[in-house]
């Protein structure tokens, strides 16, 4: 993380998130700092030593999937904070209303609510008929040669 401080505070109007631990501090950097995310618990440091920032990096591997009870809210709620869209909220294959965002810091969310409770093979037939469906957009958006 670039500036932790600043993340929390985004985080605060993003996500409704609780400092739960004031920021210690070394060398002007914070050092270890904790949030919470509804049930779950962020530890943010700044980058030094080991730790790099998505930014520094140049993206991140990682998506943190934040499951809450009104998707389109904190959808809505994160993007007025600065979070940049990714995927708007949509009825998803698995089950779920989801969304994703990339908060200023770099860090990849996801948002979800669940809406419907599937079984693995309600999953399955979801997931072909959507990856059939990806896959003709995919065509129909492709470059044909002259």
């Known amino acids: 993380m670039n500036?932790?401080?600043?993340?929390i505070d985004f985080y605060k109007k993003a996500f409704a998130a609780k400092e739960t631990f004031a920021?210690?501090?070394h060398e002007g950097k914070v050092m270890h700092a904790r949030v919470v995310i509804g049930d779950s618990e962020l530890m943010l440091t700044d980058e030094m030593w080991i730790s790099k920032s998505p930014l520094?990096?140049?993206?991140?591997?990682?998506?943190?999937?934040l499951k809450v009870d009104d998707v389109d809210s904190v959808f809505k709620r994160a993007v007025e904070a600065g979070a940049k869209v990714v995927m708007p909220p949509a009825d998803m294959f698995?089950?779920?209303r989801y969304s994703r965002v990339t908060?200023?810091?770099g860090h990849h969310w996801g948002i979800g609510t669940t809406i419907k409770n599937l079984s693995r093979e309600e999953m399955e037939k979801g997931k072909e008929k959507a990856?059939?469906?990806?896959?003709?957009?995919k065509d129909e958006c492709a470059v044909k040669p002259a």
């Open 56 to 65: 520094t990096l140049g993206d991140s591997p990682v998506v943190l999937y």
């Open 94 to 96: 698995w089950g779920d």
């Open 103 to 105: 908060d200023p810091f």
């Open 3 to 7: 500036d932790s401080k600043k993340a």
């Open 131 to 137: 990856m059939a469906e990806m896959s003709k957009s």
């Open 23 to 25: 920021p210690m501090m």
